[in-house]
């Protein structure tokens, strides 16, 4: 190539540099592209010949043995040659690359955004993959839609004890509130209040410290020990409690479930705690009992 045309040589120096820099990569490109023009048809040709022994039965291995000794650092990789060979063993007869589809659709439009909007609403549980290939848009377009246009975030649903229906939130509402207004108009309402509660008590059979010691060597490994597992065997406890500590509390009989007749008489037995612990609030017949387990109602 000669640059030395006059035109040329009055250029100034910038501009030579450039042209110089626009020369080279242009030549390092035709390059690039016959190296992998070259390298392809190389590849139909080790395609070819992987057909032509499963044509003959070789083995996997044996085609793989070949084509390596033949082709040597160009060869291609064994999973690839395994992949060819049984696209042939399952009646494939072209060696050419299938034609793709193309890069999937990333317009943004109205249409596709209205879209994504429908399937989310309908389950919103849907991953961005599915919502992708259900549009016919790329992830990154999807996820692109569901937070600018959309106006969306993906979150984990939040744990709660228990689901409640409008009414029992309703219901829940009104009773918190009335008793905050008391406690607003009631300083000392607070101090009569006693609440309860269960839970199960797991058994737990704890090595100590001294325990678990023993007697070994300065050579010798240090011994170790398990976490504590709880144990299968577990009681449920019934604690109820006012602001000066615990008022009553009692084990479950194993076995036995909480129905109303047996809640009734751990309010018996709460009412005689009171009575001996609490002589003051039993005198004063003034005494707020809440507790989170469902209302029994009895007949007396």
């Not at 395609?47 to 003959?56: E, H």
């Not at 439009?109 to 389950?123: I, T, Y």
């Not at 109303?260 to 037995?269: G, P, T």
């Given at each position: 190539?000669?640059?030395?045309a006059?035109?040329?040589?009055?250029?100034?120096?910038?501009?030579?540099?450039?042209?110089?820099r626009?020369?080279?990569?242009?030549?390092?490109h035709v390059?690039?592209?016959?190296?992998?023009?070259?390298?392809?048809?190389?590849?139909?040709?080790?395609r070819y010949?992987?057909k032509?022994?499963?044509?003959?039965?070789?083995?996997?291995?044996?085609?793989?043995?070949?084509i390596q000794?033949?082709?040597?650092e160009d060869?291609?990789?064994i999973?690839?040659?395994?992949e060819?060979f049984?696209?042939?063993?399952?009646?494939?007869?072209?060696?050419?690359?299938e034609?793709r589809?193309?890069?999937p659709q990333?317009?943004?439009?109205a249409a596709?955004?209205?879209?994504?909007?429908?399937?989310?609403?309908?389950?919103r549980?849907?991953?961005?993959?599915?919502?992708?290939?259900k549009v016919?848009?790329?992830?990154?377009?999807a996820?692109?839609i569901?937070r600018?246009d959309?106006?969306?975030?993906?979150?984990?649903a939040?744990?709660?004890?228990?689901?409640?229906?409008?009414?029992?939130?309703?219901?829940?509402?009104d009773v918190?509130?009335?008793l905050l207004d008391?406690?607003?108009?009631?300083p000392?309402?607070?101090?009569?209040?006693?609440?309860?509660?269960?839970s199960?008590?797991?058994r737990?059979?704890?090595e100590?410290?001294?325990?678990?010691?023993?007697?070994k060597?300065?050579?010798?490994p240090r011994?170790k020990?398990a976490?504590?597992?709880?144990?299968?065997?577990?009681?449920?406890?019934?604690?109820?409690?006012?602001?000066?500590?615990?008022?009553?509390?009692?084990?479950a009989?194993?076995?036995?479930?909480?129905t109303?007749?047996y809640y009734?008489d751990?309010?018996?037995?709460l009412?005689d705690a009171?009575?001996?612990?609490?002589p003051?609030?039993w005198t004063?017949?003034?005494?707020?009992?809440?507790?989170?387990?469902?209302?029994h109602?009895h007949?007396?």
């Amino acid at each position: 190539m000669i640059y030395a045309a006059a035109p040329f040589a009055i250029t100034a120096a910038g501009h030579c540099e450039k042209r110089f820099r626009v020369d080279d990569w242009c030549a390092s490109h035709v390059q690039r592209s016959a190296r992998f023009s070259r390298k392809m048809t190389e590849r139909i040709e080790q395609r070819y010949c992987i057909k032509f022994c499963q044509k003959l039965g070789d083995s996997q291995n044996q085609t793989i043995r070949k084509i390596q000794q033949v082709f040597g650092e160009d060869a291609m990789g064994i999973t690839q040659i395994k992949e060819w060979f049984n696209r042939f063993k399952d009646g494939r007869t072209s060696a050419e690359s299938e034609q793709r589809c193309g890069r999937p659709q990333t317009a943004r439009s109205a249409a596709v955004v209205e879209r994504v909007r429908n399937l989310v609403m309908a389950d919103r549980r849907l991953t961005m993959r599915e919502i992708a290939e259900k549009v016919g848009v790329s992830k990154d377009s999807a996820h692109a839609i569901l937070r600018d246009d959309l106006n969306m975030n993906r979150v984990a649903a939040k744990f709660v004890p228990k689901l409640l229906s409008p009414e029992q939130k309703d219901l829940r509402r009104d009773v918190a509130q009335d008793l905050l207004d008391t406690a607003n108009t009631d300083p000392g309402f607070l101090n009569t209040v006693i609440t309860g509660d269960e839970s199960w008590v797991y058994r737990y059979d704890p090595e100590t410290k001294r325990q678990s010691s023993q007697w070994k060597h300065p050579e010798s490994p240090r011994p170790k020990k398990a976490r504590q597992v709880r144990s299968k065997i577990k009681v449920m406890l019934t604690v109820f409690f006012d602001v000066r500590g615990i008022v009553h509390h009692e084990y479950a009989p194993e076995g036995q479930t909480v129905t109303k007749e047996y809640y009734h008489d751990v309010l018996q037995r709460l009412r005689d705690a009171v009575r001996r612990k609490r002589p003051d609030m039993w005198t004063a017949n003034n005494c707020t009992c809440i507790t989170t387990t469902p209302p029994h109602i009895h007949p007396n």
